[in-house]
């Protein structure tokens, strides 16, 4: 199967990231999820809004602190991986570093 970890894991080039979005704990390590370009989509009375044009799941891993998996389990867990960057890479995902996006701002 692809070996999505210890590619990530090899990578040696620095790389710019505009902002982290969070922390991906998966089986076999664990990841960054940075946003590589964001552009400002509006604003609103508590701050301003960012639409995520990039992503990328940097590990965080050092050398050999990987989890061996057996080869089933290593399939499973780079499908997952695979479904979280696409997921991350979709055109919808928008971030802020001063409002809570996930709360609604109606009122009933």
């Known amino acids: 199967g692809l070996n999505l970890a210890k590619t990530l894991a090899s990578a040696t080039e620095p790389k710019k990231v505009c902002g982290i979005l969070g922390v ?3 089986t076999h390590g664990t990841y ?3 946003a ?3 552009y400002r989509v509006g604003s609103l009375p508590q701050g301003r809004v960012w639409q995520v044009q990039g992503v990328d799941l940097l590990s965080v891993a050092l050398p050999g602190q990987q989890q061996e998996l057996d080869e089933t389990s290593r399939q499973v867990d780079d499908r997952q991986f695979a479904m979280l960057q ?3 890479s979709d055109w919808g995902l928008f971030a802020s570093s001063d409002v809570d996006l ?7």
Not at 102 to 108: A, D, G, H, I, V
């Open 24 to 26: 991906a704990r998966m």
């Open 32 to 34: 960054l999820a940075c």
């Open 36 to 38: 590589l370009s964001m």
């Open 86 to 88: 696409d997921m991350l």
């Open 102 to 108: 996930t709360r609604t701002q109606q009122s009933l």
